[in-house]
T-cell receptor
């Protein structure tokens, strides 16, 4: 059974710090990896997608993928209170397959 | 309008009612999805349509009935629901059924079953 695991949190970091969110997945053939942010009472919105090993940076966000370790992470630099949300990790193994979501990690950035 | 639009945003229904949730996407996508989000549980995929054809039904009870008349519209018909069906129902779309394509979600329909 395909699984995606995340620490449910809450993860609390002070404003301006780096928040590190982690995700592990069970299916070795997974090809596509996504991070979604979901504010309370809202729908998920895409933060980052990553398909190759290594780092991908977009503004204050960096996604890191290590397929050998079946691990994907999201770093948020200079965390802001507005980053407080639940972060969902999603994995897809390829065409015709469905996305598998993790349970999400709740991040709280303290002013 | 742009993106993925869901109506109604909030719905309260009794266990014997029949209601429908509607989803419309304005992105030119060919795949549409229904997800259920309950408290403290991962997003659960319910149904997938790719080019109007249903490709997935994740053992969803028959009291949930999807309909996809065209690539832009998706419905979820609800009948004889149970209180445990109370949840946020999210519609999403993607360009097609390629795993590399991003899901774009609607705002969701918050369902309460009394």
């Amino acid at each position: 059974q395909k699984e995606v695991e995340q620490n449910s949190g809450p993860l609390s970091v002070p404003e301006g710090a780096i928040a590190s969110l982690n995700c592990t997945y069970s299916d070795r053939v997974s090809q596509s990896f996504f991070w979604y942010r979901q504010y309370s009472g809202k729908s998920p919105e895409l933060i980052m997608s990553i398909y190759s090993n290594g780092d991908k940076e977009d503004g204050r966000f960096t996604a890191q993928l290590n397929k050998a370790s079946q691990y994907v992470s999201l770093l948020i630099r200079d965390s802001q209170p507005s980053d407080s949300a639940t972060y969902l990790c999603a994995v897809n193994i390829g065409y015709g397959q469905n996305f598998v979501f993790g349970p999400g990690t709740r991040l709280s950035v303290l002013p | 309008e742009t993106g993925v639009t869901q109506t109604p945003r909030h719905l309260v229904m009794g266990m014997t009612n029949k209601k429908s949730l509607k989803c419309e996407q304005h992105l030119g996508h060919n795949a549409m999805y229904w997800y259920k989000q309950s408290a403290k549980k991962p997003l659960e995929l319910m149904f997938v349509y790719n080019f109007k054809e249903q490709t997935e039904n994740n053992s969803v009870p028959s009291r949930f009935s999807p309909e996809c008349p065209n690539s832009s519209h998706l419905f979820l018909h609800l009948h004889t629901l149970q209180p445990e069906d109370s949840a946020l129902y999210l519609c999403a779309s993607s360009q097609d059924f390629s795993g590399a394509n991003v899901l774009t979600f609607g705002a969701g329909s918050r369902l309460t079953v009394l």
